[in-house]
Nanobody
Framework: QVRLVESGGGLVQAGGSLRLSCVGS????????MGWYRQAPGKQRELVAD???????NYADSVKGRFAISRDNAKNTVYLQMNSLKPEDTAVYYC?????WGQGTQVTVSA
């Protein structure tokens, strides 16, 4: 059983920063990609960023240059550093690994 636990969400003013963390159980994380998704009210869940086992990264156009995904395989942890946050970044952010999802963490950016 794989369990993913996110943390680091909260309320921040536009232009501010947050860092999300996702810790996973199990020993297979280092061999697979991990990703962050988000879902805003009334919208579909969308990919924010993902990172391969080799550290190759991919970002949604809307967050390029502002967000950075990284991973620490020794800690089974993936991070999402979010800078220059905008109100449109407001959403529940989910960690993803294979078919598994975390419970989500709320990010709210005020204007």
């Amino acid at each position: 059983q794989v369990r993913l636990v996110e943390s680091g969400g909260g309320l921040v003013q536009a232009g501010g920063s947050l860092r999300l963390s996702c810790v996973g159980s199990g020993s297979i994380f280092s061999f697979n990609s991990m990703g962050w998704y988000r879902q805003a009210p009334g919208k579909q869940r969308e990919l924010v960023a993902d990172i391969s086992s080799q550290g190759n990264t991919n970002y949604a156009d809307s967050v390029k240059g502002r967000f950075a995904i990284s991973r620490d395989n020794a800690k089974n942890t993936v991070y999402l550093q979010m800078n220059s946050l905008k109100p449109e970044d407001t959403a529940v952010y989910y960690c993803n690994f294979l078919l598994y999802w975390g419970q989500g963490t709320q990010v709210t950016v005020s204007a």
